[in-house]
């Protein structure tokens, strides 16, 4: 199988969904570029990260459709086509934009089926890149899907690979639920094997790329590299796990968390998010409730601290979980 | 003077009769302490939903504002189960989940009242954008008040479909107030239509008392817009006749304000003089409607106090399609 | 000591503050009302729920700014005038409105002194009502404080009495930090002994309305009165609980849940917010970790179902934690 | 001509000129894979950070953008720190928590950049309110670019400013471009300036690359919003010489536009050009400005280089005063 950095796998996606469907269409920043500049260069840009590079020569300036710094309008946009038939997939430059743009997608997006009494659907997904190491500081590398999360009437998508970002966009566009997908800066550039043709990965179900029989490791997004390399380096030590990437928090997998726990008896949660009200206590008081006769030591959440992300290159590094956290963390609930 | 058969003339002073009986009854009904929550009455202002929508079918959009009776109504909202919703039935227009701030029909170009001030003119873009871009000849509308003009949402909605070149009405409401403060102080004092202007709209203004005024606005703004011109703005003035919500005390508004407006710039009359003055209709004919109108309320109110409620099973259904 | 309402409370909250610091002042929509109205009658409203009222006879208009319908502008005019040494107090009408002005909050306010490097600080309050109980539906009922404690940088209050919610605003208005300060709607109307003269109740110091032994129940604002009926209904069984109210969710007092839990053994903990990424999660999680070896039951989670608030009367009853429901979660942990 | 005196044309000289050595010179180490993060270079817009900032005392305050070190520098923040910063040191600004995009020296009324478009306009407002409550005739004023000009945020600032009367002062700098979209396209072509008369504001409109012309445009300004007339707008164009960040290919850019920019519409030239022309200063005086400047920058590259970093104690220092 070819070997895809996961901004082409997503690029692929894309290319997929809007020859599919006519009715897909994106919407936001600079996601073609090039609009009113002085070289004509139309499609230039292609998103700042390249996931939409391409579509508009393909699809035509109708399909992709660049707009003003205005977010708000940008959901609200796509949220008045969806529910006019329509399968836009917007893109927010940066997960800490939804400052700018919460209403449309908490009060509106999300809330739409609900307050019309389930007559209608607004099928839309929101794109976005989320999360730190690029040294871009605080307004610009946070997490945001652990708050999204807490919003009922949006599912929310989070992959740790080019693989499953793919499959997880076509799921995404093709939900006629709304979406967010997150996808994590130090994502893009990841590598592995993704096929050419499309294939959809369904939400709510988890992947388990290790397995084992000492802890169960439960990470997000890109902690799922950093758990993996943290597992890796205990196997010298005799000490295997289970490491569970829900790929969507919101529908969770709850079933394949709590079966793993039953089996290890111990439970370590990783995100880079801040540590109050996010998805690691999420999960944790969720098994500390349904899989609590399985436990057999305290579960360990492995976080940022509650603080916002620094700028210089250290203090992010320092800043962000590490595998030798996570290891730490496993080997704790050896004790 | 105007091209309107007597089936459409008929057809306007219908619905702002709905209307206004509706609200009037609302602001009874709701004093006997029986209806819940946050109810925001259109009464005063029925000749700029009709004289808008009257130029729509059921494939246009609207999008409309927390004080949506009237604009849903004038789109041709089923009438009974909107009063069943307001009492939080599960046979209302939403089921008894969005009561009166979020009455919506999709099907009939209806997107919802919202409670969210500003929060509707983003969407209505989104829903011209679908008919640019389905090429259906459709147009998309959003209401909004002179409070929401000030909404950073409302300018953002402007400027996108100036942008995009979508066919978008936005109409202005101005009836003086947001809440308890004056138009004039939430501006400055400064001519909120010139803010519409400044993204290169037509303007089109009328007065929000006339029906007739209205109507041959936004008839001009619609032809704009639904001929591939781009957005186009509605700006109309009239007061509201009851408290911001049902509870208001209205201690901001001089004494005899309402009367005052009741009396001499009522939309109701304002139509029987012109139809009559300008022997375009009957007035036993209007007087016909309004029997029909009123025994219309009358059931909608019985049906909606016996109808059913929902149960604990019905809070989580429909969050989601599947989940 | 005399009685009175959350409301009176909150405002002798304000006029004790008023006239202790003359860089206090307060900026909101309708916050006096009445200005550009025709009757002239300015202060004719003091908030919509009252909790502002009076003060603009007293302190004069320009201490007591009402606003046109901007969000974003009021809570950046606060933080702007906090920067240059101003005390505001600023009211965003409804919790949900946070959705049109997040970025202001979460990426200025709360970030400020952070990314400025510890030299500046940013001293303002955001009141607004929160929850549901007034039949207004999905947009209008929501509690956002989850939201905001996962934000780091801000400060949040939950006040669940006329006491605490004087003391508590009066600590607020006094710190240096960011505050955002949440009045439950039902709060208002409820009454209790309080006091005419100002006192502060300082931050991250739980309050423990019902002591016992038998399980420890930790609830938030409202549901505080909620879990005190039940442990109250309770009694007849023999069955007595610690009820904590933590009163600030960031900071938070985890010693009196893990000191309580300690003894008890058990926890429910109660929040009338869905229940993902929520409160109730982080202090499951945080006592999943730090109180494990004194757990003897699994903790029980009370919260709304993962759904938006619903309009119909008997449907937000229905949405609503119930004192039966935080009764039978305490039972739970006791099988 | 103008009524500045030579120390202050030199000072405005000096500043425009450690505005641009301080981009040039962080171009080049960029380029080198040094420095971290996104990093918005200033270039080319020199005169209007600097023909604006001259009005200005410490006293005054300012809300700058993404693109911020030439605001910063133009209100007399300290280059060597600011330098510091952007390598990540402790000793920068920010002690290395803000970066590029965050610098702020609030006690010298740099009320900080700011990463998000549209940010600072609302907390000028507050800032210029806190003039007002204060009485002490101090003014405020946030940059904002042609992009910045369609995000909700800046209208609400802008109503606001007016409904508040306050001392307040919007620059708005049309530089042609936000991020890759030509600012015709994002404003469907028209006038972005109209949208601040349109409430009532007067706009003072100037050539970005000329100091003077900017230096004239915001002494009517600010005078009108010190003077307790409210707020007002200075508008000024002119395009910058480096990508939106360091790293953009500017495919959206004709070939030659920076190279035509730089020869015929170089603030800098433009400076020497009019002061020797009008006799108003020596350039021998300029070229030693000159020297000290690329020494100071020098100095600041190479003390940034060395200066220390943190550590993971410094993470979660300086979220809250206390917790
Ligand atoms: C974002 C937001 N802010 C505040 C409110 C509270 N609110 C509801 S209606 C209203 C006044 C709206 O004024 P206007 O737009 O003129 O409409 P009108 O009520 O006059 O019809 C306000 C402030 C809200 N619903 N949403
Ligand atoms: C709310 C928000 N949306 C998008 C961005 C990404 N972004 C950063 S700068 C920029 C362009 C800004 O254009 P303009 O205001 O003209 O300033 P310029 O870069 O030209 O100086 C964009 C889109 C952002 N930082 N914040
Ligand atoms: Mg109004
Ligand atoms: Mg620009």
Redo the contacts with the bound molecule.
């Keep these: 199988m070819p070997i895809k950095t996961a901004r082409d796998a997503l690029n692929e996606a894309m290319f997929h969904e809007f020859a599919r469907d006519p009715n897909v269409f994106a919407i936001g920043?600079?996601i073609a570029g090039g609009r009113g500049g002085s070289s004509g260069d139309i499609g230039c840009v292609g998103g700042?990260f390249g996931v939409t590079k391409g579509l508009v020569a393909e699809f035509g300036e109708e399909r992709v459709i660049d707009t003003p710094?205005s977010?708000s309008a940008i959901v609200g946009a796509a949220a008045g086509a969806a529910l006019s038939g329509m399968r836009p997939v917007a893109e927010?430059?940066?997960a800490?934009?939804f400052?700018?743009c919460l209403d449309q997608v908490m009060n509106q997006v999300a809330k739409f089926r609900y307050m019309f009494g389930g007559k209608t659907k607004c099928p839309l997904v929101i794109r976005c890149n989320t999360g730190a190491g690029y040294s871009a500081a605080a307004?610009?590398s946070q997490t945001m899907y652990q708050m999204m999360t807490a919003i009922p009437g949006l599912k929310v998508v989070v992959p740790s690979n080019a693989y499953d970002a793919k499959g997880l966009l076509i799921s995404a566009i093709q939900d006629d639920d709304p979406v967010l997908f997150f996808e994590h800066k130090l994502l893009y550039q990841s590598e592995c094997e993704v096929p050419d043709e499309a294939y959809a990965i369904p939400f709510g179900e988890a992947a388990m790329p290790r397995e084992g029989e000492h802890c169960t490791v439960v990470a997000f997004g890109q902690m799922v590299n950093v758990a993996a390399q943290a597992i890796d380096s205990l196997a010298a030590e005799g000490i295997t796990c289970d490491l569970i990437d829900p790929r969507t928090t919101s529908p969770l997998d709850e079933e394949t968390i709590l079966e793993s726990v039953e089996a290890t008896g111990r439970l370590v949660v990783v995100d880079e998010s801040p540590p109050r009200c996010g998805l690691t206590a999420d999960i944790a008081g969720m098994v500390a409730d349904k899989g609590f006769s399985s436990l057999r030591a305290p579960i360990k959440q492995v976080t940022a601290p509650h603080s916002p992300v620094p700028f210089a290159a250290e203090l992010e590094a320092a800043y962000l979980p590490k595998a030798q956290d996570v290891a730490a963390a496993i080997r704790e609930t050896l004790k | 003077m105007t091209n309107l058969t007597e089936q459409q003339l008929v057809q306007a002073y219908r619905r702002m009769k709905t209307i206004r009986e509706f609200e009037e009854r609302l602001h009874i009904e709701i004093a006997t302490g029986q209806i819940a929550g946050f109810t925001h009455l259109y009464a005063g202002q029925e000749a700029i939903a009709v004289g808008v929508c009257e130029h729509l079918s059921d494939a246009d959009s609207i999008v409309s504002t927390h004080r949506g009776h009237g604009h849903c109504i004038a789109k041709g909202a089923d009438v009974l189960k909107m009063m069943k919703e307001i009492w939080g039935s599960t046979e209302g227009t939403c089921n008894g989940k969005g009561g009166s701030m979020h009455i919506a029909e999709v099907e009939r170009g209806i997107l919802g009242a919202n409670g969210i001030v500003g929060g509707g003119p983003p969407i209505g873009v989104g829903a011209a954008l679908a008919s640019k871009l389905k090429k259906n000849n459709t147009v998309a509308l959003s209401f909004g008040g002179d409070g929401s003009s000030n909404q950073g949402t409302t300018f953002e909605a402007m400027n996108m479909a100036v942008c995009l070149k979508v066919p978008k009405i936005f109409v202005m409401e101005n009836n003086g107030y947001s809440e308890n403060t004056g138009a004039s102080y939430s501006s400055g004092g400064i001519d909120i239509a010139a803010r519409a202007e400044s993204f290169g709209m037509p303007v089109f203004k009328a007065d929000g008392s006339d029906f007739f005024s209205v109507y041959d606005a936004a008839n001009k703004a619609i032809e704009y817009s639904r001929r591939g011109d781009g957005p186009s703005v509605v700006y109309a003035t009239m007061m509201r006749y009851f408290g911001h919500f049902e509870g208001d005390a209205q201690l901001y508004r001089a004494k005899d304000e309402v009367k005052n407006l009741r009396e001499t710039s009522d939309c109701l009359d304002n139509f029987r003089t012109r139809v009559s003055d300008d022997k375009l209709l009957d007035l036993a004919v209007l007087d016909a409607v309004d029997d029909e109108v009123l025994a219309l309320i009358e059931q909608s109110v019985q049906d909606a106090k016996v109808a059913p409620r929902g149960t604990l099973a019905d809070v989580t259904k429909d969050v989601y399609i599947n989940y």
């Design positions: 920043e600079d700042i710094i977010e927010i430059m940066f800490d934009f400052g700018v307004q610009h």
